[in-house]
């Protein structure tokens, strides 16, 4: 069965930094778009970004944009996501979603980021 699996969340200062990771099993995730999304407490879940299936491109929604790079291992069946300059507002659960060649869309059980000081 398919499996998502998010790592890398936690407890950091404002400023700091952290690296999640998506581990990917049951579907031929070379061939599947990858994104991670957020959801903060009380607000709707929200595109933080994505990557093609190869990696060629990539899109980062407006939140975020700018701290962060999402990249990919095909050879690993993983995806990144690298935050920077955290904030207390970026704290929520981020979530890992893949979407096959058939357009069919799977999510992970989430981890979650708290920026505080």
């Not at 491109?57 to 990144?80: H, P, Q």
Request: charged share 15%; glycine share 12%.
């Amino acid at each position: 069965q398919v499996q998502l699996v998010e790592s890398g969340g936690g407890l950091v200062q404002p400023g700091e930094s952290l690296r999640l990771s998506c581990a990917a099993s049951g579907f031929t995730f070379s061939s599947a778009a990858m994104s991670w999304y957020r959801q903060a407490p009380g607000k709707e879940r929200e595109l933080v970004a994505s990557i093609t299936s190869t990696g060629g491109s990539t899109n980062y929604g407006d939140s975020m944009k700018g701290r962060v790079t999402i990249s990919r291992d095909n050879a690993k069946n993983t995806v990144y996501l690298q935050m920077n300059s955290l904030k207390p507002e970026d704290t929520g659960v981020y979530y890992c979603k893949a979407t096959t060649i058939r357009r069919l869309h799977y999510w992970g059980q989430g981890t979650q980021v708290t920026v505080s000081s």
